[in-house]
């Protein structure tokens, strides 16, 4: 199954439980909240105590991408936030193996994501333990940048790694996506797609996430 994670992002910051709603209603899989600390990348956004707050404005999962130097430093407080799924950078700072297990002792999903610059094979130790990998398709930091399409070949070589090994895991791409690229980015193997700009900045949320999952499930990896 395609699903759509809505980056709150793009979203009016200052009535953000309205707007999970609304995506909630548009059909929204999961909700992909980016945290940002000003040092892991050059940008600040929120933390585990507006995470806790706004879990009550819906039921969707939380997909929390954690753009920040310390990912283990923090897990408890996201999970005790509520997080469904933690992302977390092969580039941070802590201990990887150390921290996904982290993430999975408190019932949490783990997944790891890498920036344009990095090998998607930095991953791939790691892999049997994620629920989900996401590809950056943007270098992290800031929305409304436009998709590396140059990023697709670590989406194939993810969704081949994925099928030998018989694996459950997502491939969620994360940057720029709208219309356009999500064909491209279903075609190459991802079946999550994250969406800021394109999702909320369209009148009708509803056929927007609708028609994103159409294109998806019509392009669903034609060229893995
Ligand atoms: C970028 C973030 C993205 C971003 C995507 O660092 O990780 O989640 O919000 O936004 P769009 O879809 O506008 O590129
Ligand atoms: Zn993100």
Same mark, same amino acid.
């Given at each position: ?5 809505? #980056?709150?992002? $793009? ?5 953000? *439980? ?28 929120? &933390? ?20 920040? #130097? ?7 407080? =996201? ?5 469904? /799924? ?7 700072? $802590? ?7 982290? %993430?999975? #002792? ?24 994620? $629920?989900?990998?996401? /590809? ?7 929305? &409304?940048? #436009? ?23 997502? %491939? ?9 690229? /999500?064909? /491209?980015?279903?075609? *190459?193997?991802?079946?999550? =797609?994250?969406? &800021? ?5 369209? *009148? ?15 392009? =669903?990896?034609?060229?893995?």
């Amino acid at each position: 199954m395609m699903k759509i994670s809505p #980056s709150i992002l $793009s979203c009016d910051y200052g009535k953000i *439980a309205e707007e999970l709603k609304d995506m909630e209603l548009a059909g929204a899989d999961y909700m992909h909240i980016d945290v940002m600390d000003g040092h892991f990348v050059p940008n600040l956004t929120l &933390g585990a105590p507006v995470i806790k707050c706004i879990r009550k404005a819906t039921d969707v999962p939380f997909d929390v991408h954690l753009m920040i #130097s310390d990912p283990l430093k923090y897990i408890d407080d =996201f999970c005790d936030a509520g997080a469904d /799924i933690i992302t977390f950078h092969t580039e941070c700072d $802590s201990p990887i193996g150390e921290t996904i297990d982290k %993430i999975l #002792s408190r019932g949490v999903k783990a997944s790891l994501t890498v920036k344009p610059k990095t090998p998607v094979e930095d991953i791939f130790p790691y892999l049997d333990k994620l $629920s989900m990998v996401l /590809i950056m398709t943007v270098e992290p930091g800031f929305g &409304g940048q #436009s998709f590396m399409e140059d990023m697709m070949a670590k989406v194939s070589a993810l969704r081949n790694e994925i099928n030998a090994r018989g694996l459950d895991c997502e %491939i969620e791409v994360d940057g720029g996506i709208n219309e356009k690229t /999500i064909a /491209i980015a279903s075609a *190459a193997g991802a079946d999550v =797609f994250v969406s &800021g700009n394109a999702l909320f900045s369209s *009148a009708d949320r509803k056929a927007a996430v609708e028609k994103f999952k159409a294109i998806a499930e019509e392009n =669903f990896c034609k060229n893995c």
